[in-house]
């Protein structure tokens, strides 16, 4: 039994265990697209759900469930993710996560650690995973911040990085948000994404836009979903 079917197990173990001991804390519901400006790039159309329960005072599991359609390669992705989870106190939580990419061209699995800081007007999100790809071993980190100012108008900047065998992706992007509703928040973004693979390395814009209906004690669910479907503007 590999290391991701066991982790795996052991991470749904937990969710069955949460769902039954515990109380459902918060959730989320996902649409965006995106794409890149030129046109040897694709865009993409998503869709993601999230779900978390609380088990204990301290401890979580969050389940994530999205699909990805690409516009230029044909590259559609069902993404299904669980998330064990402590939360040190009001404002940090840890946890470790499992997830199974289906693709038309392949799967990919991926285990990885995350880290989030909530200080109420600024919060912190970092991952570090490694995935499983048709036998190579690859990896991917990413690091996000987001402020928000006193109008309910929030500033995000983040920066995403894939590298598996010889295909090395970057992703840095900025975006704005602003509340509509009380559960109901919309987005715009804007940024740069690189490939770079045997020798070719190529740069290329992008913009997106989508919204995220949210509820629950901390409006939504813990932890952003993991991916390369979830990293990349347009396929």
Do not use: C
């Not at 265990?17 to 918060?26: H, S, V």
Request: charged fraction near 20%; avoid cysteine.
């Amino acid at each position: 039994m590999n290391k991701f079917m066991t982790a795996a197990i052991a991470v749904a173990t937990l969710g069955v265990t949460g769902a039954q001991a515990g109380e459902m804390t918060g959730g989320s519901l996902g649409l965006s697209y995106s794409s890149f400006s030129d046109g040897d790039f694709g865009d993409k159309a998503s869709i993601e759900g999230s779900v978390e329960f609380g088990i204990t005072r301290n401890f979580a599991v969050q389940a994530d469930l999205a699909h990805h359609r690409a516009g230029e390669t044909d590259l559609n992705s069902t993404n299904i993710g669980l998330h064990g989870i402590y939360h040190m106190d009001e404002m940090t939580s840890f946890g470790a996560f499992v997830v199974r990419e289906d693709t038309n061209f392949g799967n990919i699995d991926y285990i990885g650690l995350e880290a989030g800081y909530d200080a109420g007007i600024m919060d912190f999100e970092g991952y570090l995973a490694r995935a499983d790809i048709a036998s190579e071993d690859g990896t991917l980190i990413g690091l996000s911040g987001r402020y928000e100012f006193a109008n309910s108008v929030g500033l995000t900047v983040g920066y995403d990085r894939a590298d598996v065998d010889v295909l090395d992706i970057s992703v840095f992007s900025a975006g704005l948000d602003a509340d509509v509703s009380p559960n109901l928040n919309l987005f715009v973004e804007a940024g740069v994404g690189k490939v770079a693979a045997l020798g070719f390395s190529e740069t290329d814009a992008f913009m997106g836009i989508g919204g995220k209906y949210a509820f629950g004690a901390k409006r939504g669910a813990t932890f952003e979903q993991r991916g390369f479907s979830s990293v990349l503007p347009g396929l």
